[in-house]
């Protein structure tokens, strides 16, 4: 009979204890779906979805690798409007610094040439400027011919102005909501319509800064809300029939939260409850969706699980709105 060593001994030993050991493991994983599954179970349907999407969220981060490149943008055309103050400056400023070509319009002539300066000092390779008022229909047009006339072309048409915004309960002010549209839609719909023949000889990319009042109608926004839900909507549309008829021109539209610019603090002083975001982040997340040519960007990025369960959730949407905003305030 075969006798074992003291070896054996202390290898079978130590295989029964690592057996052992993964039976525990096994068991305790076991234990944990099992828990899961039971509370799961008991979830209300908000609480499911919840917990649904930071599933997927942490799967996405986990195998997500970051598309874009800014070598691309070196020597890129953008034409960028808005660019005085606010995020359009903060993404004048990326944009130098990524060593685009760039023409900027605003309305203030004295503030744009500030901002061209520093432009300049960044590392923008070249870079022209043209004062606009938006509110005049014929002023889109002038400002594509420019850009194209100074660059050669486009490669980037990024939208970005807004008009002044009155951050009150509807007054019945109809004249100023025509004005509003014609400043912050019909003018970037004459704009993208001007600049789409040398965007899709260029391949390139059009990028409209929205709202998230376009996607969920909020107080005090009667005019401005009306204004980029008709965004929403026009520009995902011509996203559609732009690939329907197979041409190489990419939306991108661009759905910000509160950012905070001074013009956005001072409108929602006292009236929101929500914590503004910074500026220079939004311009970066607006670039970095044009270039990788993304149907829609969120800034920041949870807008998008709040667009989600607006719509699941109606029943809920009176309730949510009334913990962020002061109704109390005239």
């Known amino acids: 009979m075969r006798t074992?060593?003291?070896?054996?001994?202390?290898?079978?030993?130590?295989?029964?204890?690592?057996?052992?050991?993964?039976?525990?493991?096994?068991?305790?994983?076991?234990?944990?779906?099992?828990?899961?599954?039971?509370?799961w179970k008991d979830m209300k349907p908000v609480g499911k979805v919840l917990c649904a999407t930071g599933i997927i969220a942490g799967l996405l981060a986990f195998f997500w690798k970051d598309p874009f490149n800014p070598e691309s943008l070196s020597g890129a055309r953008v034409l960028l409007t808005g660019a005085s103050a606010g995020i359009g400056e903060q993404m004048a400023y990326r944009y130098a610094?990524?060593?685009?070509?760039?023409?900027?319009?605003?309305?203030?002539?004295?503030?744009?040439?500030?901002?061209?300066?520093?432009?300049l000092t960044l590392g923008a390779k070249k870079i022209f400027y043209i004062p606009a008022d938006m509110s005049s229909p014929s002023e889109p047009e002038k400002v594509v011919q420019f850009?194209?006339?100074?660059?050669?072309?486009?490669?980037?048409?990024?939208?970005?102005?807004?008009?002044?915004?009155?951050?009150?309960?509807?007054?019945?002010?109809?004249?100023?909501?025509?004005?509003?549209?014609q400043v912050n839609f019909f003018s970037y719909v004459a704009l993208a319509t001007a600049a789409l023949p040398t965007l899709e000889k260029n391949k390139g990319s059009l990028v409209v800064v929205s709202s998230l009042t376009g996607k969920i109608p909020t107080p005090f926004t009667t005019s401005y809300s009306a204004t980029k839900f008709a965004l929403d909507g026009f520009f995902s549309s011509l996203?559609?029939?732009?690939?329907?008829?197979?041409?190489?021109?990419?939306?991108?539209?661009?759905?910000?939260?509160?950012?905070?610019?001074?013009?956005?603090?001072?409108?929602?002083?006292?009236?929101?409850?929500?914590?503004?975001?910074?500026?220079?982040?939004?311009?970066?997340?607006?670039?970095?969706?044009?270039?990788?040519?993304?149907q829609e960007v969120f800034y920041p990025w949870w807008l998008q699980h709040v667009c989600c369960l607006w719509v699941?959730?109606?029943?809920?949407?009176?309730?949510?709105?009334?913990?962020?905003?002061?109704?109390?305030?005239?």
């Open 97 to 119: 610094r990524f060593g685009a070509e760039i023409v900027l319009t605003a309305r203030r002539e004295a503030v744009l040439q500030k901002v061209v300066e520093k432009c």
């Open 312 to 330: 699941l959730f109606p029943n809920n949407r009176n309730q949510v709105l009334q913990s962020y905003y002061n109704y109390s305030t005239p």
């Open 239 to 294: 996203r559609h029939e732009l690939n329907m008829q197979k041409r190489n021109v990419s939306v991108t539209l661009c759905i910000l939260g509160l950012i905070d610019t001074d013009a956005a603090l001072e409108n929602t002083r006292g009236k929101v409850h929500l914590t503004a975001s910074p500026a220079p982040e939004a311009a970066l997340a607006i670039i970095r969706g044009g270039a990788t040519r993304v």
């Open 4 to 39: 074992s060593s003291k070896g054996e001994v202390q290898r079978l030993a130590s295989s029964i204890r690592g057996r052992r050991l993964q039976y525990f493991r096994w068991s305790a994983q076991l234990q944990d779906f099992t828990l899961f599954f039971t509370t």
């Open 147 to 181: 850009a194209v006339q100074k660059l050669g072309g486009l490669d980037y048409l990024v939208l970005n102005h807004i008009g002044m915004t009155r951050f009150q309960m509807w007054a019945g002010d109809v004249e100023y909501t025509r004005w509003l549209m």
